[in-house]
């Protein structure tokens, strides 16, 4: 269960990526998406690619975003 639930977040970062690097991206998607997944949302677009590339970077390991 708890690799499906890891599975579930690594495709949800990866969406939450590819709306990231999006020309227009769509803040409401980002927000949601973000919560999802439990990354502080932040207006500033380079703080929120760097916290999301974090965490796909510690996401299966026993590290947590603060």
Do not use: W
């Amino acid at each position: 269960m708890e690799e499906s639930l890891l599975g579930d977040q690594l495709i949800t970062l990866e969406k939450l990526v590819d709306e990231l690097i999006k020309d227009e991206p769509q803040e409401d998607v980002i927000q949601a998406m973000m919560a999802e997944t439990g990354i502080p949302y932040c207006e500033d677009p380079v703080d929120r690619i760097n916290r999301v590339l974090r965490a796909l970077h510690f996401s299966g390991s026993d590290k947590a975003i603060k």
